[in-house]
Every structure is written in C-alpha cells, then in structure tokens.
C-alpha cells in the first residue's frame, strides 16, 4: 500500500534527482514524456532542495523541498535508534 501511494499521488517512479540546481532546471525545462519532477539541491539554502515540475498546461514550475525537522515517523525501537 505504502508503495502504491507513494507511486500514484507523488509520481517517485517520474522524478530525477539531480545534485547541481542549474543542471536540474535545465533538464526539467526539457519536455521529456516520462518525467514528471525534478529534485535538485539548492547550494544556498540549507537543507532544502527545489523541485522542478512542468504544469498539464505546459509551464514550468518549481518550489521549496523542506528538509524535515519533526519527530521520526518511522521507527522499530528505542534501542535500534539510539544504536
């Protein structure tokens, strides 16, 4: 289940992960059919990333990924975290 939805509502099996910004704007200005984002990292904003995305109507758009800083949702112990 946890696979399905990561694959229907946010497309991971359509994103590239890209390191360098400039590289990662410039291939998702490209219109390739198979690829619905991109994620690059952002040099001067630390801890975040920026995802690229092109709209249904053609447009490119882009936005902030926050690095996450709320409690670990996942885990199996407090033992196998501290380790």
Do not use: C
Request: no cysteine; aromatic share 4%; proline share 5%.
């Amino acid at each position: 289940m946890v696979r399905n939805a990561l694959i229907i509502n946010q497309r991971i099996e359509q994103t590239v992960l890209i390191p360098e910004l400039n590289q990662g704007n410039q291939y998702s200005q490209r219109k390739r059919p198979n690829v619905a984002a991109v994620i690059s990292h952002h040099p001067k904003i630390r801890g975040d990333d920026v995802r690229f995305n092109v709209t249904r109507g053609g447009a490119n758009n882009s936005g902030p990924v926050r690095k996450w800083v709320g409690m670990i949702r996942m885990k199996t112990s407090a033992e196998e975290q501290i380790r």
